[in-house]
């Protein structure tokens, strides 16, 4: 793996983005943008399903609004992660919060697609309801928490791996 991740930094792109004068923090800007989307819309949405805002507004009409701009931030967020990774991906993984920032992001996904295919079945019975059942409520809690341990730990990393 490791000879991979020097593999990475040898690219172009990774040169581009260590090497360059706004390589670097050019993509650093649209990181931050794209998570500033994504999961700020995120949020709102497990904000709804913990019962704390917008109750009178039904759960899937929430949803159906924020989607595409989650989706959307989450590709830029994502492919900018990506690119941001090859410029130092020898320092990212041996850095723990690189790790714990991966974890966290793994269970994100797993937290999304439990609820999609699981909890989200029973939505027509508790769709318009203030206060989701407790299922839906975890999803919700469970999303915000390991996006702040993602975004916590990113932020973490750029003060430990250099």
């Known amino acids: 793996m490791l000879e991979l991740c020097e593999w990475l930094e040898s690219t172009a792109v990774g040169v581009l983005v260590r090497e360059s004068a706004y390589g670097f923090p050019t ?3 649209f990181h931050i943008m794209g998570l500033m989307l994504s999961v700020g ?7 709804r399903l913990l019962g704390l805002v917008m109750t009178k507004t039904r759960v899937s009409d929430l949803y159906r609004r924020l989607a595409p701009y989650i989706v959307c931030g989450f590709v830029i967020m994502f492919s900018s992660g990506l690119i941001l990774f090859t410029g130092f991906a020898v ?4 850095n723990v919060y690189f790790r714990v920032k991966m974890a966290a992001m ?9 609820f ?3 909890t989200e079945r029973s939505i027509a019975s508790w769709d318009a309801l203030p206060g989701p059942p407790l299922p839906a409520r975890i999803a919700g809690l469970t ?4 996006w702040m341990v993602a975004i916590l730990s990113g932020r973490l990393m750029s003060y430990t791996m250099f």
Do not use: K, R, T
């Not at 793994?106 to 439990?114: E, F, H, K, M």
């Open 27 to 29: 993509v650093v800007a």
């Open 41 to 47: 819309m995120l949020i709102w949405f497990d904000l």
């Open 91 to 94: 320092a990212a993984y041996g």
């Open 106 to 114: 793994v269970i994100a996904g797993v937290n999304a697609l439990v």
């Open 116 to 118: 999609h295919f699981a």
């Open 143 to 146: 999303s915000a928490v390991v």
